[in-house]
């Protein structure tokens, strides 16, 4: 969900409702898609309220298509339980996520979903710390643990699942502090278990943080992919040339095209003084399910009128979500400032919309992209009168 979302507020009770009803029976639970973007992303999450059920193999979610009722939820939960019970009676199927018998993470279950591998857990020591992690370009969480500590023993099947499910994209390792004293004490490590997180690039004693989220695989996974969103690129702002480049903004939440005065009226420099601040807020807005487009005023004149920019009032920014076919229009300045309390608006769904006309958009012209120069007036032709006579007409003068 997401707190501006008025559909989300209409379905709360019932969802709290639903939750009351299926206590002791299916987990009901909620999760803040504003502030854990990653999370959503990673369940392709694309409108709210969203639904998921996380059946016997957890990392396959199905999409729940029913009424946002409680006895419609209720009845599709208590259908999904019945058929892991009938699964797990017939020998086909299940693993759980809780409640079953032994501690481990080593996947019981047939679907393998809460697998481990402790050999994902990459071992460091005073002798190969600098080489393996400072000396490496990728993102590193670390644990500096002792093998009497009961809270190291707690974690450490957790440790080994995260490991697991961030394998090729964060590095999880683990150092013994009671042996490899030399690289605990450098990093300051006072108790047990600590874990520091090593951020992507190049790394440096200030550049390490103390990870502050929870101990379980879950927690640990959603914060280190909450942090790799952090240190994402944004997305490219890229010139709308063929019906490719649209269709791909298009399978974004929201697509974000501005429509830029002609080259021959703001030339090259007022021309980049607009991209930079689409630039900008690709960056500010990198977490967001956003892309970004720009085409010149006149080149793509069926898609202006679709989405009433209509051949004057350049530059324009306009926003389009194709699964709602609705569209939305910058009003203030296009400045920083103007376009991010657009986009904010937009955020909180307090922009005005509009619905596009036939629920789709017209196909975009292929274009020439821009070379980045000053545009060039068009040279005038000469016309050669030297073998035009004139006499004819001035006899015909006369006559009259």
Avoid at 14 to 33: M, P
Avoid at 255 to 275: K, M, T, V, W
Wanted: hydrophobic share 35%; with cysteine.
């Amino acid at each position: 969900y997401a707190p501006w979302c008025g559909h989300c507020k209409s379905l709360a009770p019932e969802w709290k409702k639903a939750a009351t009803a299926l206590k002791g029976i299916v987990k009901i639970g909620a999760v803040d898609a504003d502030a854990h973007g990653s999370l959503g992303g990673q369940y392709g999450v694309r409108g709210f309220p969203t639904i998921k059920i996380f059946g016997a193999d957890k990392r396959s979610p199905s999409d729940y298509q029913g009424a946002r009722s409680a006895q419609a939820i209720t009845d599709a939960a208590v259908s999904h339980a019945k058929q892991m019970i009938q699964a797990r009676l017939s020998g086909r199927g299940g693993g759980s996520s809780s409640g079953g018998g032994g501690q481990g993470s080593g996947g019981q279950g047939s679907g393998g979903q809460d697998s481990a591998d402790p050999k994902d857990v990459v071992e460091l020591t005073d002798s190969n710390f600098e080489s393996t992690v400072l000396g490496s370009t990728d993102m590193w969480l670390i644990e500096f643990f002792a093998p009497w500590c009961g809270h190291c023993k707690t974690l450490a099947p957790h440790w080994a699942k995260a490991a697991t499910q961030l394998k090729g994209k964060v590095k999880v390792g683990a150092v013994d502090a009671t042996v490899h004293t030399s690289i605990a004490s450098r990093f300051g490590v006072r108790g047990y278990p600590t874990i520091k997180y090593f951020p992507a690039g190049k790394k440096g004693f200030e550049s390490v943080e103390e990870y502050d989220g929870g101990r379980t695989a879950e927690s640990i996974v959603s914060w280190a992919e909450e942090k790799q969103s952090d240190m994402a690129e944004p997305p490219e702002v890229s010139q709308l040339t063929d019906q490719e480049t649209m269709d791909a903004c298009l399978e974004m939440q929201l697509c974000n095209i501005a429509f830029l005065p002609h080259i021959l009226d703001s030339g090259a420099e007022g021309r980049n003084q607009y991209l930079n601040v689409l630039v900008e807020m690709a960056s500010k807005y990198k977490k967001r399910p956003f892309a970004y487009l720009w085409s010149e005023a006149g080149a793509q004149m069926d898609l202006e009128q679709a989405v009433e920019v209509g051949g004057f009032g350049y530059p324009a920014l306009v926003s389009v979500n194709k699964r709602k076919g609705k569209f939305a229009t910058l009003k203030g300045s296009f400045s920083e400032d103007g376009v991010n309390e657009y986009l904010r608006e937009l955020v909180y769904g307090r922009a005005a919309t509009a619905t596009l006309k036939g629920a789709a958009l017209p196909a975009v012209a292929r274009t020439e992209a821009w070379d980045g120069q000053d545009g060039q007036m068009p040279e005038e032709e000469d016309y050669d009168l030297s073998d035009v006579s004139l006499d004819d007409e001035e006899e015909a003068k006369d006559e009259l």
